[in-house]
């Protein structure tokens, strides 16, 4: 292993050795668990944020992956969550930062259409989050034309016994490769609904949109790839992706 890495830039090692060591602390001292005593404006700010905390992250460029094309890799989000907000709203205090790790899938299909799924389990917490996409490159891209894809997307929380909570997600995204080195950006929407399920609350269930724009770059090194995305909006999270794929 040693041997086959030293092909690589020093970066490289150092990042794929972070991917694998890295245990994500502060998620796994979350379990959401609501208080009993929250207010409804309360629970509106919380389910927004969390809404956003569990939305489908593109993690992709623009330009679609081609027929046989898949990429499948692990990632990990930082999130600078309102801790305030959320130790009033949850039982057991929250820390500062959440850390949010994932195993992604995506897959190429005819017509420049790319299909993906997304898992979360968060270690030692009751959160556990699946989601899909649909990307549909309206643009494909070449060497001189910047790819444009349009997306839609759909998470759920699972394994919180007194949340429901899912997202629905639609953005617009493009990207431009140069060599390795692909950037992109784009501007979504998120629309959230979330209902408690605690037998001690007697809350109204919110239904939320809020803007998520989002920059990233992918590095391509042969079969291995980096990605690295900023989404910003009421709750900014940081991302980092290893995968491997063609």
Avoid: C
């Avoid at 998620?27 to 489908?56: C, H, R, W």
């Avoid at 081609?66 to 600078?80: N, P």
């Avoid at 060599?179 to 001690?200: D, L, M, Q, R």
């Amino acid at each position: 292993m040693i041997i086959q890495l030293r092909r690589y830039p020093i970066w490289v090692v150092l990042t794929m050795s972070m991917f694998f060591q890295i245990h994500p602390v502060s998620a796994s001292e979350v379990d959401i668990e609501l208080n009993p005593t929250i207010a409804q404006p309360v629970f509106k700010d919380f389910s927004k944020q969390m809404g956003l905390a569990i939305s489908y992250l593109p993690m992709s460029p623009a330009e679609p992956l081609g027929l046989l094309g898949f990429d499948i890799g692990v990632e990990v989000s930082v999130l600078d969550i309102d801790q305030g907000l959320w130790n009033t709203t949850m039982k057991d205090s929250a820390p500062g930062t959440v850390s949010f790790p994932r195993v992604h899938l995506q897959k190429g299909l005819p017509f420049g259409i790319d299909i993906g799924v997304v898992y979360t389990k968060v270690p030692s917490s009751n959160i556990k989050v699946i989601g899909g996409e649909v990307k549909w490159a309206i643009v494909s891209g070449n060497a001189a034309v910047p790819a444009i894809a349009l997306r839609g997307s759909y998470t759920t929380l699972t394994g919180v016994d007194d949340l429901d909570l899912e997202t629905i997600g639609a953005d617009i995204s493009i990207s431009k490769g140069f060599a390795f080195i692909t950037p992109y950006a784009g501007y979504g929407h998120v629309w959230i609904n979330s209902e408690e399920k605690s037998p001690t609350l007697n809350l109204k269930k919110e239904e939320i949109n809020t803007a998520k724009p989002f920059v990233g770059v992918k590095i391509s090194l042969a079969l291995i790839n980096f990605v690295f995305e900023a989404d910003f909006g009421d709750l900014p999270m940081y991302t980092g992706r290893f995968n491997v794929g063609f």
